[in-house]
C-alpha cells in the first residue's frame, strides 16, 4: 500500500537527491575552466538513478522482497555517488574551492539513511506477514 511509513522514506529519500541536482554547486577553477558540474553525465546519471530507483520501489509496495532489494540497490548507487564526490573533491586544488563544495557532498548519506530505514519498515512488514501466515 502506498501509505505505509516506508513510503515516505523512499519519496524524502528521491526529493533529497532532486533537492542535490538543484542546488548542487557548480566549481570553477582560478582560471575559469568547470572543475564540477552538475551537468556532468556521471553526476546526471547518478543522481537521476537513484531518483528513479526510489520512485520504482515505491509503486513495486506489493513485492516486498523485490522493494528490499531494490533499495539495497539504491543505496549501492548512493554510495557510489558519494564515492564520486569524495573522489572528485580530493583531487581538487586550492583552499578556496575546498570551501566552497557546500552540503551537496552529505546529501547521498541523508539519502542512504532514509533508504535503511525503508528497508527497516519493509523487513518489519514481511515479518509480520510471515507471523500472521503461521498462525493460518
Do not use: C, H
Not at 547518478?46 to 520501489?57: D, E, K, P, R, Y
Not at 506489493?62 to 554510495?79: A, D, E, M, T, Y
Request: aromatic share 12%; no cysteine.
Amino acid at each position: 500500500m502506498l501509505q505505509r511509513v516506508q513510503t515516505v522514506y523512499l519519496v524524502i529519500s528521491a526529493s533529497i537527491m532532486g533537492a542535490l541536482y538543484i542546488w548542487f554547486p557548480t566549481i570553477i577553477s582560478e582560471k575559469g575552466l568547470i572543475l564540477i558540474s552538475k551537468d556532468e553525465p556521471v553526476i546526471l546519471g547518478l543522481i537521476f538513478g537513484s531518483i528513479l530507483i526510489a520512485f520504482f520501489s515505491i509503486f513495486s509496495y506489493k513485492k516486498r522482497k523485490s522493494q528490499f532489494v531494490i533499495n539495497r540497490l539504491n543505496i549501492i548507487l548512493n554510495f557510489f555517488l558519494l564515492g564520486v564526490f569524495v573522489y572528485r573533491s580530493l583531487t581538487l586544488s586550492g583552499e578556496t574551492l575546498v570551501s566552497e563544495k557546500g552540503i551537496g557532498v552529505f546529501l547521498p548519506i541523508i539519502s542512504i539513511v532514509f533508504l535503511v530505514m525503508a528497508n527497516k519498515a519493509i523487513k518489519k512488514d514481511e515479518d509480520l506477514v510471515k507471523s500472521v501466515d503461521r498462525l493460518r
